[in-house]
């Protein structure tokens, strides 16, 4: 098992950047795969990105792509979202997201999930 903490949130004007943090602790970080999802007011939780357990494979959102970069530091048990070019449609709270298997978009298919760090973009 595994849990999850989310942190770098905030607020920011569009056209900005924010690094959101997810720490791990627990057993073996190194072998989950990882993902972020966000959800808005009033609107289900979506996929953002997500990254193998070894870093090689990453997968994004067209929400996301040229925007957002996923990464990770299993000596850190940490992954990390670095996000740029921020939009008011970005807004939302960021949840970390693991799963005990290959990289996936489905959000079911994750198995644990930190509390969630909100990010506001104010245009």
């Known amino acids: 098992q595994v849990q999850l903490v989310e942190s770098g949130g905030g607020l920011v004007q569009a056209g900005g950047s924010l690094r959101l943090s997810c720490a791990a602790s627990g057993r073996a970080f190194s072998t989950y795969t990882m993902g972020w999802f966000r959800q808005a007011p009033g609107k289900e939780r979506e996929f953002v990105a997500a990254?193998?357990?070894?870093?090689?494979?990453?997968d994004y959102a067209d929400s996301g792509k040229g925007r957002f970069t996923i990464s990770r530091d299993n000596a850190k048990n940490t992954m990390y979202l670095q996000m740029n070019s921020l939009k008011p449609e970005d807004t939302a709270v960021y949840y970390c997201?693991?799963?005990?298997?290959?990289?996936?978009?489905?959000?079911?298919?994750?198995?644990?999930w930190g509390q969630g760090t909100q990010v506001t973009v104010s245009s």
């Open positions: 990254i193998s357990w070894r870093g090689s494979n990453t």
């Open positions: 997201a693991a799963r005990y298997s290959r990289i996936s978009y489905i959000r079911n298919e994750y198995d644990y």
